[in-house]
Every structure is written in C-alpha cells, then in structure tokens.
C-alpha cells in the first residue's frame, strides 16, 4: 500500500517509502505530541484527561485549522508500532482516560498495527476529520471503541473554498453514517462506546451548520452531537476575510436554537468562553502538558 498509497480519498499514489504524499506523510506515523487533554466533551476527558495523540500530517487540511502548524506540513517523532504501542502503555500509566487518536487517517496501517501488537485497556478514540475512506475505517474499526468524527461541512461550495475538496460531504457523510452506527455506552459517565459527532460553527455559515444538523438528525441513530462554537482565527484564515474574527453570539445562538429545537437529547453546546487559543494545544514547546 505504501508505495502507491490510496488510503485516504485524495488517492495521490505517493511512494511512500521514498517521499511523502499529499497529506505529508511517510512510511511511519510521526507523533508531534501526546498528553493528557482536559478540554474535551465531559465524557471523553472525564475524571484524569484524555490521552491525546497529535499526529502529523493531514489529508483535508483546512484553511482555519487551529492545529495548522502540525497539520500543514508538520513533523514529528516518527513512531513504528513497538514505539507507538509503548506511548499508549505510557498514557495508560498516566492515568489516562482514554487514549485519543487526532487525526490518524494517514496513518491506518500503522496505527492498526500497534493496537494489535497491544491492546490497550482504555477505551479507544478516532478523532477524526471523517474525510475517509470507507475501507480504511473498516481496517480500524476492530481497534476503536469510540469515535470521535467532525462533519465540518454541507456545501461543496465552502468545503472547496476552505479545503480544496469540493466532495468533503460527499465522503464524510458516507464515514459518519459508518461511525454513528456504533452504539452509545457510557460507564459512571465516561463514554467508552460509541460516537460522538462534532461540528465548528463557522463564521457566515451558520445555514451550513443547520443543514449539517438536519442531515445529522435524519440518521436516526443514538450518536451525540456537539456543537462547538469555539472558532478562532487560526492558520490562512487571514486569506479569508469573513474568517478573520470570532462567531458571534447571535451565529452560535442561531445554530444552538435550531439543535435545542429539533428536541434530540443526546447533544453538547459549547460555552462561548471556548474561544480562547488557551484552548489550543501548544506544539511549540517540549514539555510534557499540552497547553
Ligand atoms: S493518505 Fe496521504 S499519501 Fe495516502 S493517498 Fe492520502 S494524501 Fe496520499
């Protein structure tokens, strides 16, 4: 696979032993850090934090990504699966809650390959952009308990202004329709299955976000939703000037009344006071927190 790799749906057939491919990987996962997160839904980073993976690299590459520096061209510790493996040990050890693998799609193969040379005794959580594959989610479902997808955009008018990728929902719909069919269980109050699908309200797109709702709601299934109206201008966004400030109260409002109105409970709102880049992982430094 890795030498015409078409893991993920930009399919560039990048050798990638030798070089690396669109999403700037190459033939190992590179980890740019790890730690324990306390900043995600109350039953993900639960009672001692989520043990967070941030890998390098990225397929779908937004514009406004708040990881932009690792994201876009990003590096790391290249990790094989006996060192990949040994990290989940070490934030099990930790007391970790979970262990939380950001955005990983580039890395399948490898990342299956280390849960299976060690299963970790956590729960196991795929944060993930949700622009997939649906053969590369069936490689990692066995290893996933609970998955964590976003489902950024409806519009192939804004996904392509923003990504580049014009059939963002196209693809994306197919991953989150795969992932929500997993059965919600949650344990004291800390989920350890099923799935939780996110979505970032954007600024001047809050009737992008409703028909990401509505879609969402016409799936049927038990799967939580959160709504997260944390935005802040991050990466190229200074290209884009509707993206130079933060949503308004009146945009999230707008996107909040519409969830509260459909009366689904199974959902998370997002304080404004999340719009804060201390919320932001600092990939800049070496120590071991995150923020
Ligand atoms: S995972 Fe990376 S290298 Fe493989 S097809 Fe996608 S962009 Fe190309």
């Known amino acids: 696979m890795l030498t015409r790799c078409r893991l993920c749906p930009v399919r560039c057939g990048a050798d990638r032993t030798t070089a690396r491919g669109a999403c700037g990987a190459g033939e ?20 001692r934090g989520s043990g967070t993976v941030f890998f390098a690299g990225c397929a779908l590459r937004c514009a406004f990504c708040q990881n932009y520096e690792i994201s876009h061209g990003g590096r790391g510790e290249k990790a094989d699966a006996a060192r990949l493996s040994a990290l989940f040990a070490e934030l099990e050890e930790r007391g970790a809650d979970n262990i939380n693998l950001v955005t990983g799609a580039h890395y399948v193969p490898q990342i299956a390959a280390a849960l299976r040379l060690r299963r970790p005794k956590i729960p196991v ?15 990692i479902d066995p290893y996933i ?12 008018k804004i996904s392509a202004r923003y990504t580049g990728k014009a059939d963002y929902f196209s693809v994306a719909s197919r991953a989150v329709s ?11 109050g800390k989920m350890v299955a099923g799935c939780i699908v996110r979505h970032l309200v954007l600024p001047l797109c809050v009737n992008d976000s409703i028909e990401v709702m509505r879609w969402f709601l016409s799936l049927g299934t038990g799967a939580y939703f959160s709504l997260m109206g944390q935005y802040t201008p991050c990466g190229e966004s200074g290209k884009f000037p509707e993206l130079s400030r933060r949503l308004t109260a009146r945009e999230y409002k707008k996107a909040e009344d519409f969830l509260l109105a459909s009366g689904y409970e199974n959902i998370f709102l997002q304080a404004r006071s999340a719009a804060d880049e201390k919320f932001i992982p600092d990939f800049t430094d070496k120590k071991d927190s995150l923020f």
């Open 145 to 156: 308990d609970v998955y964590l997808p976003d489902l950024k955009f409806f519009s192939p």
């Open 125 to 139: 959580v795929w944060n993930t952009h949700s622009y997939e594959t649906e053969e590369a989610l069936r490689e």
């Open 28 to 47: 190992y996962a590179e980890v740019v850090k790890y730690g324990l997160h306390p900043y995600e839904e109350p039953c993900i980073s639960f009672a």
């Open 178 to 188: 795969f992932m929500a069919k997993r059965r919600c269980e949650l344990q004291g």
